[in-house]
């Protein structure tokens, strides 16, 4: 029985650990969902969705750029930029949170290597 109890036991963490998401991807992932959060600016509950999402995969963008104090930098500045995009969605003011959201993929893509054009400039309301 106890033999049957710890194969039990293991299979939900196989399962786990095959759709986790590879550190090295974890950026990637955040700048995906902060560009939809930042496509989605007339809409606050999409920029909300997905600057959240966004957001679940920093921390482990944080301990893979560990060793690279400029990624890390960038990294801070984008989950301060998606918290800031959040914060307006839940005020519904769909513009600024689309425009933080813009922001934080900007940052986001630097940490990444710096290979993406920076945002257009945009005047804050």
Do not use: C, F, W
């Not at 039990?8 to 959060?37: D, K, N």
């Not at 920093?58 to 301060?80: F, I, S, V, W, Y």
């Amino acid at each position: 029985k106890i033999q049957s109890i710890g194969k039990l036991m293991a299979i939900p963490a196989l399962l786990l650990a095959s759709a986790r998401i590879p550190a090295e991807e974890h950026t990637e992932e955040a700048i995906r969902h902060a560009g939809q959060a930042a496509r989605a600016s007339g809409d606050s509950a999409s920029v909300k969705e997905h600057a959240t999402e966004a957001l679940r995969h920093l921390d482990a963008a944080k301990a893979a750029n560990r060793g690279n104090p400029e990624a890390l930098q960038h990294l801070r500045q984008g989950e301060a930029n998606l918290n800031e995009a959040i914060s307006h969605a839940r005020r519904y003011n769909s513009q600024s949170a689309g425009e933080e959201a813009g922001d934080a993929r900007h940052h986001l893509e630097q940490a990444g290597g710096g290979q993406h054009p920076a945002p257009p400039s945009a005047p804050r309301p």
